[in-house]
């Protein structure tokens, strides 16, 4: 499988990467059996993966646990491990400690790329925490990237990551030459990155790990319609609020947009015989913003069928034709990478909202 490199890094990321959000199993993505997160791990490995993508949120650190277990008998230095640390816990003492949790989690001894997974901003942490004390204190970002350093200092990660940072929030790091990576959604239907942060990242040296390729389901064609997505998979500001009881958007979404594109994209499946999340995955890997796209395979069919549609380029005459089709939803969804959110709420915006 192809790799790509981060910049002035020594980190060679396959270019795709295996999500772990799964893995442990959980309300979100229901039951993952450890046998299937084992067969699904070495599969990567064997099939060119190198890249895992955990986060200590994840199924409340079973994620990390499961990828822990799965990786034994793996050489260390044949995969990249990412994991990230929620911005409620970024104070120096708390991260140093959170840090050393996901370790022993994980049964390693050092991450590879340690990410903030959202900004810390008090809008940001009420997401992940309902303290007042934090919320009304948030952790400093100069501060957290000093400990962030420390620790990398000591051995305990490799590189610096941060994760769902719009451009303005990355522009006002106190010091971005220590951050080699943000992750970041894109996907046919999330394409807000293309105005300004995925060439701002490019720009910049830093490596995009991008997320959702599939849209959480929708673009590997399991859905026989958008009412068939579970109502968790169906909060982000493509789909109507009042249809998911946990959407927080309160918009109307873009569903007659995606049934639109959806037709064409299955129109272009028929000419062409590939499937859609072929023609996704494919589709993405032709940003060269982007360092590796993150699918969460849950086994190994599935896996399969994602590596090979990493492989081959598509024609520039069909990216151009899927580049028209998912037009109108970027328009209308505009340049805010925070898919949950109203635009007012943006939360890799930066600001001070009010949920
Ligand atoms: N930084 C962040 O804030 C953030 C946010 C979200 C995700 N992520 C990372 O990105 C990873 C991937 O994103 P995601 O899990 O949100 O969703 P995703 O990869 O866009 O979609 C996962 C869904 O796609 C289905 N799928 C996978 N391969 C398929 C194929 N070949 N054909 C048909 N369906 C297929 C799976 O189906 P089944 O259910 O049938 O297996 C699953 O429902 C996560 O695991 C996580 O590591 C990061």
Redo the contacts with the bound molecule.
């Keep these: 499988m192809e790799r790509r490199k981060a910049k002035d890094s020594d980190l060679d990321f396959s270019v795709l990467?295996?999500?772990?959000?799964?893995?442990g199993g959980g309300e979100y993505?229901?039951e993952q059996r450890q046998k299937d997160v084992n067969e699904m791990v070495h599969a990567s490995v064997d099939l060119g993966i190198n890249y895992f993508?955990?986060?200590e949120v994840?199924n409340d650190g079973r994620?990390e646990s499961s990828l822990g277990e799965a990786i034994q008998g793996i050489p260390r230095d044949k995969i990249l491990i990412g994991t990230?640390i929620s911005p409620s816990n970024c104070y120096p003492y708390t991260l140093i400690k959170h840090c050393h949790a996901s370790l022993k989690r994980l049964r390693t001894d050092y991450v590879d790329i340690y990410?903030l997974?959202?900004p810390t901003h008090a809008h940001s942490l009420r997401h992940f925490t309902r303290d007042p004390k934090i919320i009304e204190n948030p952790p400093v970002i100069g501060e957290v990237l000093e400990t962030l350093k420390a620790l990398q200092q000591a051995g305990k990660i490799r590189r610096i990551g941060l994760?769902?940072f719009g451009t303005r929030l990355m522009e006002d790091l106190p010091d971005l030459s220590s951050v080699v990576v943000n992750?970041?959604?894109y996907?046919l239907f999330c394409r807000a990155g293309e105005y300004d942060a995925l060439p701002f990242c490019e720009q910049s040296g830093i490596a995009v790990?991008?997320?959702?390729?599939?849209?959480?389901?929708?673009?590997?064609?399991?859905y026989p319609s958008i009412q068939d997505i579970p109502a968790l998979?169906r909060r982000t500001r493509h789909f109507n609020a009042k249809n998911s009881a946990e959407s927080r958007h309160g918009e109307h979404g873009v569903e007659d947009e995606i049934n639109e594109a959806l037709e064409g994209i299955r129109k272009i499946c028929k000419e062409t015989g590939l499937?859609?999340?072929?023609l996704a995955i494919k589709w993405i890997l032709l940003n060269p913003a982007i360092t590796c796209s993150?699918?969460?395979?849950?086994?190994v069919?599935?896996?399969e069928?994602?590596v090979r549609?990493a492989e081959g380029i598509l024609s520039q005459q069909i990216k151009e034709e899927l580049d028209r089709i998912t037009l109108s939803i970027k328009d209308k969804l505009g340049n805010h990478l925070d898919y949950y959110e109203n635009p007012v709420n943006d939360r890799t915006l930066g600001g001070q909202r009010i949920l």
């Design positions: 990467g295996t999500g772990c959000w799964s893995f993505w229901g993508d955990t986060a994840y994620s990230k990410m997974h959202w994760s769902n992750q970041l959604p996907n790990i991008s997320y959702m390729s599939l849209l959480q389901g929708l673009l590997g064609d399991i998979q499937s859609m999340p072929a993150l699918v969460g395979s849950r086994n069919r599935h896996l069928l994602n549609s």
